[in-house]
C-alpha cells in the first residue's frame, strides 16, 4: 500500500511538471505553443467560452464553468466507477492478506519471497488487482488539472459576475471557500462509509487526510479567485451525489451478489 501511494504521489508530481504550472499566468490562446496547451488546455478554454456565450448573459461564464464541470464529471464517471470497484475487491481481501503478513512476518528473503507468491495467487483468486485503483487516478489527473489551467488562463473569465462574487476575484465573503470545504469534507466522509477500519491499516492516514483536505482547500479558495472555487464546489457536490446514487448501490448489489454466491455454495 505505502508502495503504490509513493508511486502515486510520483506521478502526480510528474503531471504537475509537465503541465507547465510556471505558465498558469498567462492567458491561453490558440497561438499558446506545446502539447500541453494545444491538446489539453486550450479545447477545454475554448468549450468555457462557448458555452457562455451560448448563454449571451454576464452571468454565462460562471453558468459555463458549472455546466461544463458536470460535463467532465459525467465523462469521468465510468473511471470512477472502476475504481470504486476495484476498492472494494481490495478491501474484502485485507483480512486475508493479514493472515499471510502475520504467517510469513519473517524478514528473511525466503520468507518474504513465499509471502509475495502467495499474494500474487490471492489477487488472482479474487480477481483484486491494487493497481487497477490508481489507473482511473492517473487518467483523470491530466483532464482535471487542465481543466483548472484552463479557468485561471482563460482571459474572458474576468470582469464576469455570478450570483454574489466575481469570477477573476476571490470571494469576498468567503461563503465559496467555506461551501467548496464543507463539500470537501463530506464527499471524503461518505467515500470512507462502509470502509472496515478494523481491517484497513491505512484507516490512521485516511482519516488524517478526511481533515486536513478540505482545510487546504478550503485555505487555497479563500486566496484564489472565485472561479477555481466554484469549479472545486461543484465538483465535490457530483462527487457526493455520486456517492449516494452509484457507489453505496453498487456496494449493496455487490455485496448481495457475494452473499448468495456464498450461501449457495453451503
Request: glycine share 4%.
Amino acid at each position: 500500500m505505502r508502495k503504490k501511494l509513493l508511486l502515486l504521489t510520483g506521478l502526480v508530481a510528474v503531471l504537475v511538471l509537465l503541465s507547465g504550472c510556471t505558465e498558469v499566468d498567462q492567458d491561453i490562446t490558440a497561438e499558446s505553443e506545446g502539447i500541453w496547451n494545444s491538446f489539453f488546455v486550450y479545447p477545454l478554454s475554448w468549450l468555457l467560452v462557448k458555452v457562455a456565450e451560448f448563454f449571451q448573459a454576464d452571468y454565462g461564464y460562471g453558468l459555463s464553468i458549472v455546466i461544463v464541470t458536470i460535463l467532465i464529471r459525467l465523462i469521468l464517471l465510468p473511471l470512477n466507477i472502476k475504481q470504486l470497484k476495484s476498492s472494494k475487491a481490495m478491501q474484502e481481501i485485507q483480512p486475508e492478506l493479514q493472515k499471510l503478513r502475520e504467517k510469513y512476518s519473517s524478514k528473511d528473503q525466503q520468507t518474504q519471497t513465499k509471502l509475495q507468491q502467495e499474494t500474487m495467487e490471492l489477487f488472482q483468486k479474487s480477481g483484486a488487482n491494487p493497481l487497477a485503483g490508481c489507473l482511473p487516478i492517473i487518467v483523470q489527473m491530466p483532464i482535471l488539472l487542465a481543466f483548472y489551467h484552463a479557468i485561471m488562463r482563460t482571459g474572458e473569465l474576468d470582469n464576469h459576475d455570478f450570483l454574489w462574487f466575481q469570477l477573476d476575484q476571490p470571494d469576498p465573503y468567503y461563503i465559496l471557500p467555506i461551501l467548496t470545504a464543507v463539500f470537501t469534507f463530506l464527499q471524503q466522509k461518505l467515500m470512507m462509509s462502509g470502509t472496515n477500519m478494523a481491517q484497513n491499516s491505512m484507516m490512521p492516514q485516511m482519516t488524517l487526510m478526511l481533515y486536513i483536505m478540505p482545510v487546504m482547500i478550503g485555505v487555497f479558495a479563500i486566496f484564489f479567485p472565485a472561479a477555481l472555487a466554484l469549479y472545486w464546489a461543484v465538483g465535490n457536490i457530483f462527487m457526493i451525489f455520486q456517492t449516494l446514487l452509484v457507489k453505496n448501490p453498487m456496494m449493496k448489489k455487490m455485496d448481495d451478489e457475494k452473499n448468495a454466491t456464498g450461501g449457495s455454495k453451503k
